[in-house]
């Protein structure tokens, strides 16, 4: 039998990824015993106290183990965190240490949201691929700038190590997780089970843009301010580099490094993210709305649009706006 350990973090104030994981497994191990096999996984809670509070005292959980007495698991899965980032690593230096030696012992090891910033704390994600929560994707890049993270993606899986975006997607991770260990048939009951959709890939259409601003670059800043303050207008990197008084190729270079996109990427974002306020407030169609931002080719922003959110301008107008008129796509 294969071992599960679900680590219970101190100083925490989220316990629905705990619950959903828990839930999640254990109904793939009832379900794996109902079809004629014997129990996959051993599950269990384990933390480096004896109990941890959440939401004030309100409830607390027991870990079942402390992880002093685990010597080799096959899963581990670090739950989300709360959002002082910095005291949750500090406070958690125990659980950073062990699951760092489990992984070079040969387990594999999960993230749930924010859970990153302790998974990349132990240095295992440096060079590797990961998610997190977008609203997070800020101070993470702060934290760990080896680490390429990707916050468009719902779910990364490199090297034994899963990681995914943020909030309730951990459950679209846990399916992932049970096919993965048991098979598909089972992570499709599951998914029937606890009504989570398979195979989603993306948490763009999530995302609300606000820019990275922590790095410390004020000329990169004040470009991105200006972007942002004149969503409608066609802003070529030229235009920006001269105001700015740096050339264009170390512009380019100083924003990409501070920010994570071209210029020219940067502002699609901001042209999307008022595109995207437009659909989710207004009665606008797609084309007026499409004009606001600064496009005038229709087949131009419905890919970019696609691109960065993952679904197409109708399909994001319908989702968020029961009010808008209908427009044949």
Not at 7 to 29: C, D
Request: glycine content about 6%.
């Amino acid at each position: 039998m294969k071992h599960l350990t679900i680590l219970i973090p101190n100083g925490q104030n989220n316990l629905s990824s705990i619950v959903g994981a828990y839930k999640i497994f254990t109904r793939a191990n009832k379900y794996w015993k109902e079809t004629g096999r014997k129990e996959l996984f051993k599950i269990e809670l384990a933390g480096t106290s004896k109990k941890v509070e959440f939401y004030d005292g309100l409830f607390t959980v027991r870990p079942q183990r402390n992880i002093s007495a685990i010597t080799k698991t096959n899963l581990i899965i670090i739950p989300s965190l709360n959002h002082n980032y910095q005291n949750a690593v500090t406070g958690n230096k125990l659980l950073i240490n062990w699951i760092e030696k489990q992984y070079k012992k040969g387990a594999e090891v999960a993230s749930i949201c924010t859970g990153a910033f302790m998974l990349a704390s132990s240095g295992l994600l440096d060079g590797k691929s990961c998610s997190t929560h977008w609203a997070a994707a800020d101070n993470f890049r702060s934290m760990f700038p080896k680490v390429n993270l990707q916050t468009d993606k719902l779910i990364t899986d490199e090297n034994g190590i899963y990681t995914n975006g943020g909030a309730y997607s951990f459950l679209n991770l846990m399916i992932y997780l049970v096919e993965k260990y048991y098979n598909r048939q089972t992570a499709i009951f599951c998914s029937k089970v606890f009504q989570i959709e398979m195979d989603r890939q993306s948490q763009s259409a999530f995302t609300i843009f606000t820019g990275q601003k922590l790095h410390g670059d004020e000329i990169v800043k004040k470009a991105q301010e200006y972007i942002e303050s004149k969503p409608t207008e066609k802003i070529s990197v030229e235009h920006l580099s001269s105001k700015f008084s740096v050339s264009r190729r170390n512009f380019d270079r100083r924003f990409i490094k501070a920010t994570g996109n071209t210029p020219y990427e940067y502002s699609q974002r901001v042209k999307i993210e008022s595109a995207k306020k437009a659909f989710e407030t207004s009665r606008k169609t797609i084309n007026e709305v499409m004009y606001e931002v600064g496009y005038s080719d229709e087949k131009a922003f419905r890919e970019v649009f696609r691109k960065i959110t993952g679904i197409s301008p109708l399909e994001y107008r319908n989702k968020y706006n029961k009010e808008a008129v209908v427009w044949d796509d």
